[in-house]
């Protein structure tokens, strides 16, 4: 009784915890500014084991609901956790702290006097995705949007140079999308009174046909669209993975977006619900199309790069079409299924990859793939770690990334959509042209005029807490693959199964 006692508080605590440390550190970082990252890690660790205790007790015993200050709701503001946001608070808070024991070394090289205060809006970062992803209030989400997209601002902006101006168009997309966002909240309060998720998903069937409601549907893909980088709304996001201090760029692009998307599928099912989509804005349809156009442009663009974390970043346009195809497909048994795992796998890849190319900017100061010969026998862990994950993203069995992908294509044939499998082998095909090109200039191409022998070649690796997350999320890619063929062996499986039926109903036929 104690234990479900507590297991109602720790979707409140997940937030408050990393709140007070971000003061915390701030208060410690007069004194030595040495405590801040220790700190930081305290909390991250306790978060992220308060978020396996939240999905155990999920996943165990159903939907945990806390209401703030002991209002009910929708009186008051509530948060509310079921599987699907319990498996992402999980993916968001392992990202962050992969991210904090890689910063340790990075950000002594690339910001050493702003130490504190960097680990101040980190940790206000990650206050803000937490709440995004435990609240059950649409306007409480928009706060915590808000919260974070202020800290990323923040932190984006601290390299200088052209990381500025790339702060600078995020502020004001980001600004756009969130205005998008709030009109929406504010046309849903209007004709409801009510921004509470569950009361509002009761209160709209009725409402339905009402052009307010129909806007504010618009108003919130578009804005949602416009956070996540779904193509064309994208322009942001290039130069802010790009310019970012490495580890920034690891946790908006591993993580941020991760919740971003997140916050975009939950209203779309949880708010507005199938009938909705299905009958008075038919969207689904439209949105697999445009999925499908980012997933062939953003490889198209990503080929044409040379700059590494360049070159990610229009990877990710492409990786974020995977997710809203999945989401398009819905009504398919595998759609949102291979949705939900490609977010998961998303997180694991991409993470893995812009710790690489952080890593590698940090021992060799290269940013340009043509720079890169002989990484391989230089760097040979770090090197490794991207094969892996490239390969990963690519869609080579047994990584995370072919079941993604299977699932989506899977979906595909379902809907009788054969364009999408065809969309899917053809960026399968793009992905492997850019991501070899990397590898070959790591493992077979010498420098001109190089004569040394393997033996003689000098390994610069990377530091121990650079290297050590890239290789955790490199065997990732492997093991959380196996662990998917695996099946009901494993918990993996069962969790994004109550995911899908969190969204869509517990009478959903899921694989």
């Known amino acids: ?52 205790f939240i999905l155990h007790q999920v996943i165990t015993s159903g939907t945990i609901h806390y209401w703030l200050g002991g209002w009910a709701p929708p009186w008051g ?122 009361d509002l998903s009761l209160l709209l069937p009725p409402l339905y046909g009402n052009k307010v409601v129909q806007a504010a549907f618009v108003f919130f893909v578009v804005g949602m669209s416009i956070k996540m980088a779904l193509f064309p709304l994208h322009i942001w996001q290039p130069d802010a993975y790009t310019y970012a201090p490495s580890a920034v760029s690891v946790i908006i692009a591993a993580a941020m977006s991760k919740v971003s998307i997140y916050a975009f599928i939950r209203v779309f099912f949880s708010v507005f619900t199938t009938d909705f989509i299905e009958i008075y804005v038919p969207i689904a349809a439209t949105l697999s199309w445009i999925a499908a156009i980012a997933i062939i442009v953003g490889s198209l663009i990503a080929i044409m790069q040379t700059n590494l974390k360049r070159m990610l970043a229009y990877s990710s346009v492409s990786q974020v079409g995977y997710i809203v195809l999945g989401v398009g497909l819905y009504s398919t048994q595998w759609g949102l299924y291979g949705a939900l795992m490609h977010i998961l796998n998303h997180a694991i890849t991409k993470g893995c990859l812009f710790l690489v190319a952080g890593a590698i900017i940090y021992r060799s100061g290269l940013w340009h793939i043509r720079d890169f010969e002989g990484l391989g026998k230089k760097m040979p862990y770090t090197s490794a770690a991207f094969t892996i994950a490239a390969l990963s993203m690519i869609g080579v069995p047994p990584t995370v990334g072919f079941m993604t992908k299977l699932c989506l294509v899977l979906a595909s044939l379902e809907a009788v959509e054969y364009v999408f499998v065809a969309v899917i082998l053809v960026s399968t095909l793009l992905n492997l042209v850019y991501f070899w090109r990397v590898i070959d200039r790591m493992y077979f191409v010498r420098k001109e005029g190089e004569e040394e022998s393997e033996h003689e070649i000098k390994k610069e690796e990377a530091p121990l807490s650079m ?29 994004v199964n109550q995911a899908v039926k969190a969204l869509l109903g517990m009478g959903v036929v899921v694989p």
């Not at 050590?468 to 499986?493: H, K, M």
Request: charged share 10%; hydrophobic share 60%; proline share 3%.
């Open 1 to 52: 009784m104690i234990r479900l006692f507590l297991a109602e508080h720790y979707p409140v605590l997940v937030i408050a915890i990393s709140l007070l440390s971000a003061f915390t550190i701030l208060i410690a970082g007069w004194v030595n500014k040495k405590a801040c990252l220790p700190i930081s890690l305290a909390s991250i660790s306790v978060q992220l084991l308060l978020a396996f």
């Open 77 to 198: 503001i509530e948060y509310a956790v079921d599987a699907f946001n319990a498996y992402v608070l999980v993916i968001v808070l392992f990202i962050c702290l992969l991210a904090a024991i890689y910063s340790k070394r990075s950000i002594e090289k690339e910001q050493p006097g702003k130490i504190v205060p960097f680990y101040v809006v980190f940790q206000l970062l990650i206050t803000g995705l937490c709440g995004i992803t435990v609240t059950g209030d649409i306007f409480n989400l928009y706060v915590f949007l808000e919260i974070a997209s202020l800290a990323a601002y923040a932190l984006i902006a601290v390299a200088g140079g052209r990381a500025l101006k790339a702060s600078y168009n995020y502020v004001i997309m980001g600004s756009i999308g969130a205005c998008f966002y709030l009109l929406g909240v504010g046309f849903l309060y209007a004709v409801t009174g009510s921004l509470n998720m569950h």
């Open 467 to 495: 290297v050590f997350p890239a290789l955790i999320l490199g065997a990732l890619c492997i093991i959380v693959g196996i662990l998917w063929l695996a099946g009901s062996v494993t918990p993996l499986q069962p969790i």
